[in-house]
C-alpha cells in the first residue's frame, strides 16, 4: 500500500465534502454512500442499498479510468458504512491505503487493517474522529481550540 499519508487538515475537507454533497443517505437514509478522493478533491460519489456494490461500482471505475486513476496509492476511499474485513480488503485490492468511515469498525475490519498497514478511521463526523490502524499515516498538522486558546 506504500507509504501514502493523510493531513489532519485534508480529512477535515474530505469530511466537509461529504457534509456538503447532496445525497440520498442525508434525506432517507437507507442507503450506503461511498466516495473516493484525491486530497479534497472528490472522484466519484456513489449510493446504493449495498455497500458492497457501492464500493465495487468505485472499483470498476478506478479499472476504467486512465492508469494514473486505476493506482490507488495515493487515493482515500470514504464511506458511511461500517469498516468491515470485506471493505478493507476491497480497499486494499483497489491500492488505497486509507480508509475514512462515518461508522465504525468491526473488529475483523480493524484485524485486517492492522495486518495491512492500513490507515482506518471511523467516527468521522465534523473534526472528531478515531484512528483505528496505522496511526503513522495521520500527519497532526490543525492547531486544536486548546492550542489556539493556549496561545493567546
Same mark, same amino acid.
Given at each position: 500500500l506504500g507509504d501514502a499519508r493523510l493531513t489532519q487538515t485534508t480529512l477535515y475537507g474530505v469530511v466537509n465534502a461529504i457534509r456538503l454533497q447532496e445525497s440520498t443517505y442525508k434525506s432517507a437514509g437507507s442507503v450506503h454512500a461511498c466516495a473516493l478522493f484525491l486530497g479534497e478533491q472528490m472522484l466519484l460519489?456513489? $449510493?446504493?442499498?449495498?455497500?458492497?456494490?457501492?464500493?465495487?461500482?468505485? &472499483?470498476?471505475?478506478?479499472?476504467?479510468?486512465?492508469?494514473?486513476?486505476?493506482?490507488?496509492?495515493?487515493?482515500?476511499?470514504?464511506?458511511?458504512?461500517?469498516?468491515?474485513?470485506?471493505?478493507?480488503?476491497?480497499?486494499?485490492?483497489?491500492?488505497?491505503?486509507?480508509?475514512?468511515?462515518?461508522?465504525?469498525?468491526?473488529?475483523?475490519?480493524? $484485524?485486517?487493517?492492522?495486518?495491512?498497514?492500513?490507515?482506518?478511521?471511523?467516527? &468521522?463526523?465534523?473534526?472528531?474522529?478515531?484512528c483505528y490502524s496505522a496511526p503513522e499515516r495521520l500527519v497532526w498538522d490543525a492547531i486544536s481550540v486548546d492550542d489556539a486558546l493556549s496561545n493567546e
Open positions: 460519489f456513489v $449510493e446504493d442499498v449495498g455497500r458492497h456494490n457501492a464500493i465495487d461500482t468505485i &472499483a470498476g471505475w478506478m479499472w476504467l479510468q486512465a492508469p494514473a486513476v486505476q493506482r490507488g496509492g495515493d487515493k482515500l476511499f470514504y464511506t458511511t458504512g461500517r469498516l468491515t474485513s470485506e471493505m478493507v480488503i476491497k480497499s486494499a485490492q483497489m491500492g488505497v491505503p486509507i480508509v475514512v468511515s462515518r461508522s465504525g469498525i468491526t473488529q475483523m475490519g480493524l $484485524e485486517v487493517a492492522q495486518r495491512l498497514g492500513l490507515c482506518a478511521i471511523g467516527r &468521522a463526523v465534523n473534526r472528531r474522529f478515531l
